[in-house]
């Protein structure tokens, strides 16, 4: 039960605002205006409320969450003091960068304009490297250039899903590309398989996979040339269970795990290594959606054992990690980076 006794405040945890008879209401009312209930906000149950303005992605500004706690508290906000500090549970993850660990290097990294993409250039730029941010996005490359001045980001608005796309990315690598970090990818509608569309099932496999393939067969050549290299894919929950989306992303993220067990086994000898990291809920622009009613009943209930829902920068961590010559050793491994669920 929430202790009545103690102000609401943006570091209390979104369960404690639930429970509360003041702020419980409040919050559901915001909920119902979105047309959600409580239920979406589960996988963050235990962060702070004031941590809902970084993963809405402007969706919950903090001028919102400001009002809450004032209309919480008879309309004056409380002064929050030190022994309101966030728990282990509800703190924000504190990114910390490894400068220069990514110094001298090119890595190609897909999807950069948002979500995981964008917070892994971000991250490898920090520590160093040169990168070649690819995005379908003109809008959303430009942001990630404006907000590295300093660094060595070559923006390439491009479709992995097009051959075409697929060569000017390498080439504008110049020669050198010493990692590449797949994570361009798409959600399908939660559709089982006798529901699923032609469109959907061909959308999905295009990014998930045959752009993915394409791209890294494409980046190969120089790596083999060079004699190392470095390859992350993004596979998902997805890929480690049948419970965690529809038929199509599913299938899909299946085609990544084993593409990357294949290649780490073939480029074993050539200093290649390849790996994956399975996310599980992530704050990004990904939105799913159930096309379905099996897929509702189904997928809705396995959803109940969700983790805390991760920040995009925390994938970028492990995807770094794997990327750089800290992962030395490591290639075939499929990297659970989901606040636990596969051990459920």
Known sequence: MADTTKPLTGKSSIGTWLEHPVGGPLLRELLAQGGQDESALKPVRFFALQRLVALSQGKMPQSVVDDLVARANGGVAPVEV?????????????????????????????????????????????????????????????????????????????????????????????GRIDALANIAGIMDDMTPLHEVSDAVWERVFAVNVDGMFRLTRAVLPLMLAAGRGSIVNVASEAGLRGSAAGLAYT??????????????????????????????????????????????????????????????????????????????????????????????
């Not at 220069?100 to 990294?109: P, S, W």
């Not at 379908?136 to 070559?154: F, K, L, P, T």
């Not at 060569?167 to 690598?173: W, Y």
Request: charged fraction near 20%; hydrophobic fraction near 45%; avoid cysteine.
């Open 82 to 174: 030190d022994d309101q500090e966030e728990t282990a549970s509800t703190a924000a993850w504190v990114e910390r960068i490894v400068p220069g660990r990514f110094e001298g290097q090119t890595v190609v990294v897909t999807g950069a304009g948002s979500g995981i993409g964008r917070a892994t250039a971000s991250r490898i730029a920090r520590e160093g490297g040169r990168i070649i941010a690819v995005d379908i996005s003109q809008e959303r490359i430009d942001e990630v250039v404006a907000e590295h001045g300093e660094a060595d980001i070559v923006a390439v608005i491009g479709d992995i899903t097009k051959p075409e796309d697929v060569e000017r990315i390498v080439s504008a690598a110049g």
């Open 251 to 344: 299938a899909s993220k299946h085609a990544v795990v084993g593409i990357t067990r294949s290649s780490a086994f073939m480029y074993a000898p050539s200093g290649i290594r390849v790996n994956a990291v399975a996310p599980g809920p992530v704050a990004t622009n990904i939105q799913a959606t159930f096309a379905s009613e099996l897929g509702q009943q189904r997928i809705g209930a396995a959803m109940v054992n969700l983790p805390p829902l991760a920040e995009p920068a925390q994938l970028a961590a492990s995807i770094a990690f794997l990327l750089s010559e800290d992962g030395t050793n490591v290639t075939g491994a499929i990297l659970p980076s989901d606040g636990g669920w596969s051990a459920l």
